[in-house]
């Protein structure tokens, strides 16, 4: 049996705690909207306009960090200056040693390209290829396929569409299968399955099993369900030589093309988005000097401090009876809104501060310098659990020295130096590589990856296939 003082407690400890990760989660953007209704619905909660320091409470002068939270510990150590200020404060930004005040409406935005649709990147693979006139039946066909980049419409309804017959459906479609991601626009993932071995049996030396396309074909069912002494029996060999067929097709073909143009397979969650306009995070340099430490400056979407209106706690002593126990909630939740709020800033600049000591390589010098680092590991080193750390970075953005805006996750995703390296080789090369080529490249390099890995790294950074790089510079 727990002790009263624990019971009476648990109620607010269970409160703060679960509000504390709510607003973690939130963007800038969530928080100022969040901020916005409690002040507007709370009358114990108050926006002070004068500026503190969102760690020590010390009040500030304009835009200047707080003289004491944001001193340097140990200089030589490179270790972040690491603050929060207001989204409405100017920004300092440093070019040539002089500063300039900029506005959060004159923030550049994120100078990433934004990655291409499927449609649009099946189109320029097969544009020289494609007749005008099958232009349109190309456009109908790709924008009709489902997030798996297969065709759920049958290419006869394509063609009443159009007027014309199917076999002509069928010949664009079969560009389209041809083209990468392999397989795609299949009717199903059998199909798909059956174009990529197709494909893989003519530009590859891979020793492929017996009866592969048998299997594929009959035993389906029998090979997603891992069915292997049926499917031996079916196919006349034995369970090892079944075991086999199924390792081959997960190691080298995918049912669901357009995944590897996305990079993952799909969970269902919400699309990210390439392009940000203001970020949450701002990494600049101290004294526009590349060789000090970084200042990390947290952006809080209000400017001022929030604190329990004084006059309103005044009046509550005297609260009428009817309204004391409306008034007294108002006055926990302001209290507690207003601890979250310094709870959430404490984690982020912890956070941060780790993060970006680990990955100044990567924040000064691009993607190739990006070093391993999980969630779980970050989370282990602040000694919180791993979903905070995922709270804390979902959906915030960094703009880095160098103007360019990016997803805080992109700090956690290991394939960046592989696909940075990919990048590089195709940029460099004097003929077309073929996947296998730059497989052998990266090795060499230190990467040991799969070529079904090196073509899902290629498509997710918009490289074409080394058949359309090569009639591209030939054309």
């Given at each position: 049996?727990?002790p009263?003082?624990?019971?009476?407690?648990?109620?607010?400890?269970?409160?703060?705690?679960?509000?504390?990760?709510?607003?973690?989660?939130?963007?800038s953007?969530?928080?100022?909207?969040?901020?916005?209704?409690?002040?507007?619905?709370?009358?114990?909660?108050?926006?002070?306009?004068?500026r503190g320091c969102?760690t020590?409470g010390r009040?500030?002068?304009?835009?200047?960090?707080?003289?004491?939270?944001s001193?340097l510990?140990?200089?030589?150590?490179?270790?972040?200056?690491?603050?929060?200020?207001?989204?409405?404060?100017?920004?300092?930004?440093?070019?040539?040693?002089t500063t300039?005040?900029?506005?959060?409406?004159?923030?550049?935005?994120?100078?990433?390209?934004?990655?291409?649709?499927?449609?649009?990147?099946?189109?320029?693979?097969?544009?020289?290829?494609?007749a005008?006139?099958d232009?349109?039946?190309?456009?109908?066909?790709?924008?009709s396929?489902d997030?798996?980049?297969?065709?759920?419409i049958?290419p006869?309804?394509?063609?009443?569409?159009?007027?014309?017959?199917?076999?002509?459906?069928h010949?664009?479609i079969?560009?389209?299968?041809?083209?990468?991601p392999?397989?795609?626009?299949?009717?199903?993932?059998?199909?798909?399955l059956?174009?990529q071995l197709?494909?893989?049996?003519?530009?590859?030396?891979?020793?492929?099993?017996?009866?592969?396309?048998?299997a594929?074909?009959?035993?389906?069912?029998?090979?997603?369900?891992?069915?292997?002494t049926?499917?031996?029996?079916?196919?006349?060999?034995?369970?090892q030589?079944?075991?086999?067929?199924?390792s081959?097709?997960?190691?080298?073909?995918?049912?669901?093309?357009?995944?590897?143009?996305?990079?993952?397979?799909?969970?269902?969650?919400e699309?990210?988005?390439?392009v940000y306009?203001?970020p949450?995070?701002?990494?600049?340099?101290?004294?526009?000097?590349?060789?000090?430490?970084?200042?990390?400056?947290?952006?809080?979407?209000?400017?001022?401090?929030?604190r329990?209106?004084?006059?309103f706690r005044?009046?509550?002593?005297?609260?009428?009876?009817?309204?004391?126990?409306?008034?007294?909630?108002d006055?926990?939740?302001?209290?507690?809104?207003?601890?979250?709020?310094?709870q959430?800033?404490?984690t982020?600049?912890?956070?941060?501060?780790?993060?970006?000591?680990?990955?100044?390589?990567?924040?000064?010098h691009g993607?190739k310098?990006?070093?391993p680092i999980t969630?779980?590991?970050?989370?282990?080193?602040?000694?919180?659990?791993?979903?905070?750390?995922?709270?804390?970075?979902?959906g915030k953005?960094?703009?880095?020295?160098?103007?360019r805006i990016?997803?805080?996750s992109?700090?956690f995703d290991?394939?960046?130096p592989?696909?940075?390296?990919?990048?590089?080789?195709?940029?460099?090369?004097?003929?077309a590589?073929?996947?296998?080529?730059?497989?052998?490249?990266?090795?060499?390099s230190?990467y040991?990856?799969a070529?079904?890995t090196?073509?899902?790294?290629?498509s997710?950074?918009?490289?074409?296939?080394?058949?359309t790089r090569?009639?591209?510079?030939?054309?």
């Amino acid at each position: 049996m727990y002790p009263i003082h624990l019971l009476e407690t648990r109620p607010q400890t269970t409160a703060h705690l679960a509000q504390t990760m709510s607003l973690l989660n939130m963007t800038s953007a969530e928080l100022k909207q969040k901020i916005e209704a409690e002040l507007a619905n709370n009358p114990a909660l108050e926006l002070q306009e004068a500026r503190g320091c969102r760690t020590c409470g010390r009040l500030l002068v304009d835009s200047i960090p707080c003289p004491i939270c944001s001193q340097l510990h140990d200089p030589k150590a490179l270790e972040p200056i690491v603050f929060t200020s207001s989204r409405s404060d100017y920004y300092q930004s440093h070019s040539g040693g002089t500063t300039y005040n900029i506005s959060p409406d004159e923030l550049p935005e994120d100078n990433v390209a934004p990655e291409l649709d499927l449609p649009s990147f099946v189109l320029r693979q097969i544009a020289t290829e494609l007749a005008e006139e099958d232009r349109p039946i190309a456009a109908h066909i790709l924008t009709s396929l489902d997030e798996d980049g297969l065709l759920r419409i049958s290419p006869l309804e394509i063609g009443r569409y159009h007027h014309i017959p199917s076999d002509r459906v069928h010949k664009v479609i079969k560009l389209i299968q041809h083209s990468e991601p392999f397989g795609v626009g299949s009717s199903s993932p059998q199909e798909a399955l059956l174009v990529q071995l197709e494909i893989l049996s003519k530009s590859q030396s891979l020793g492929m099993p017996g009866h592969i396309e048998r299997a594929i074909r009959e035993g389906m069912d029998l090979l997603s369900r891992h069915h292997y002494t049926k499917l031996g029996r079916l196919l006349d060999i034995t369970t090892q030589e079944a075991e086999e067929i199924s390792s081959f097709i997960s190691t080298n073909l995918n049912p669901y093309p357009a995944r590897s143009h996305w990079g993952s397979i799909r969970q269902g969650g919400e699309p990210i988005p390439h392009v940000y306009h203001h970020p949450d995070i701002l990494i600049s340099h101290l004294n526009g000097s590349s060789d000090g430490p970084l200042v990390i400056e947290i952006l809080f979407p209000v400017r001022g401090s929030l604190r329990v209106n004084p006059l309103f706690r005044k009046e509550f002593k005297n609260a009428p009876s009817e309204k004391i126990e409306k008034w007294r909630q108002d006055l926990e939740k302001a209290n507690l809104l207003i601890k979250c709020l310094r709870q959430r800033g404490n984690t982020m600049r912890q956070l941060l501060s780790i993060l970006t000591q680990h990955q100044r390589d990567f924040i000064l010098h691009g993607d190739k310098r990006l070093k391993p680092i999980t969630r779980a590991s970050l989370a282990q080193i602040l000694e919180v659990h791993e979903s905070t750390v995922s709270r804390a970075v979902s959906g915030k953005t960094a703009r880095l020295p160098n103007g360019r805006i990016i997803p805080l996750s992109k700090f956690f995703d290991r394939s960046l130096p592989i696909r940075a390296l990919i990048r590089e080789i195709v940029d460099n090369e004097k003929e077309a590589l073929t996947d296998s080529q730059i497989m052998g490249m990266l090795g060499k390099s230190g990467y040991e990856v799969a070529r079904r890995t090196v073509a899902k790294y290629r498509s997710m950074e918009g490289i074409l296939s080394a058949r359309t790089r090569q009639n591209m510079a030939r054309a």
